[in-house]
């Protein structure tokens, strides 16, 4: 197993004001405690879903381990945030797993859904975009029309950060 | 009382919005007032956050800059957008590195953000006028076993959601109990509804959903009431597919707190669109009397 340095800084950098990550003495409360590992692992089995697992190969810049994995290995995280509650040292989980999301999506191996979205928000600065016929039915429940973005202006926020380049 | 930018987003708005209509008439009895502006998708903690951060921070940003050019607090009617656009603010707020950069972005398009405002969840904000809603209560929900499902995001991370309890949430229980109705426990009630790993893993989020909706069954209760657009989803559209994936049979009606209220506020089932939903109502309805 290959020790990526690069990508063991980037995670200790992203860690927001502190190196508490380093700190994880996998005590795996986080696995313990996560919905999706409860319904992929059973206590004999190595595969499903593991924030653990996760946090120690981000850890020691195991960045195969995680990246060059079934894509459940980073997906399987269902944002529900109970990890960074039960961690008795702080490390905000979640964060570093949007780290490894983010990765997954520029090197173009995120599920679908993730970039169909991003399309539907980069084209119309909402994720669901407003439908003629949910529009008379706001007009029949009595509510005013939806209050529409600028999006041209949206658009070109996203274009300056370089955020289309990941679209698919 | 102070006026709030309504933040509806995009699931209620564009999707749902008998949502809005209900929530739209509670604030209006309990006389918290909203104004409208142009925001665009919040973005979606689950969704775009794990697309790009940055880009993230951006649109949040940019929303956040429409509300301080009115001077206004936001109120939000999702959990993922108060979680999106309190995350926002807590990222910006502790690394001014990253504020630097949004910044310089937003620059370009006219705007800076200061972190000047505040958003709340409107559970908290009808949590804080709990002797107005009761006052507004004419038809008290009695008799009606409600299971509460306040949702990850309402509150966790403790870091920027102010809840009061991230693990042990009662407010949405003390709002349920206002209303008339009794809330059931049935020992579920943080577990995620799972719908960002249904999106990915449908088999995964309806072993998860099925741990959920297992124990709701059992406690009997009539309704669940959620606070979030993504979980109201969930448990309204999955329920029949999860039904057939396991050959069980799964049909508890969920429904917004404010559905809730707004039928012990007298309004008829017909004022706010109950008929749209996809799992019926029929039997909560007669249950009530109405």
Known sequence: MTVDFEFRKQVMDYHIGSDLIKYCFQCSRCADNCPVTNVTTDFYTTTGYNPRSNILNALLGYKDAIFSADA??????????????VCPQNIELTEIFTLLKNQSV?????????????????????????QPAIERRREQLGLPPVAEPDVSE???????????KKLK | MTEYKMFEGCTIGNRIPFIEAASRKVFDKVGIETSQTNFSCCPDPTGMKSFDNDAWLAIGARNLCLAEAEGKDII????????????VQ?????????????????????????GSIDIKHFVDVLSDNLDKVKGAITKPLNGLK???????????????MESDDPMRPTTLK???????ATVVDYGEEILCCGSAVTNAYEEHGFANLKIKMDAIKKSGADVIAVNCPACYQQFDTRQRDLGKAYETEYDTPAMYITEL????????????GLKFHRIRLTSTLEKLGL
């Open chain 1, 106 to 130: 520029a090197n173009g191996n995120a599920p679908d859904f993730i970039y169909s979205q991003a399309r539907a928000i980069f084209d119309s600065a909402k994720a669901i975009p407003t």
């Open chain 1, 72 to 85: 459940l290995t980073i997906w399987g995280c269902t944002v529900c945030d109970t990890c960074n509650e």
């Open chain 2, 90 to 114: 807590h990222q910006l707020k502790h690394n001014s590195w990253k504020k630097d950069k949004i910044n310089k972005e937003l620059a370009k398009i006219g705007k800076e953000y200061k």
């Open chain 2, 146 to 160: 409600v299971a509460v499902h306040p949702g990850c995001h309402y509150m966790r991370p403790a870091e920027w």
């Open chain 1, 154 to 164: 949206f658009r070109t926020l996203l274009k300056n950060i370089g955020a289309d």
């Open chain 2, 76 to 87: 939000s009617l999702c959990n993922g957008c108060t979680n999106t656009l309190r995350g």
């Open chain 2, 261 to 272: 209220y707004a039928l012990a506020m007298g309004f008829t089932p017909d004022d706010i």
């Open chain 2, 174 to 180: 003390k709002l349920v109990e206002a209303s008339g």
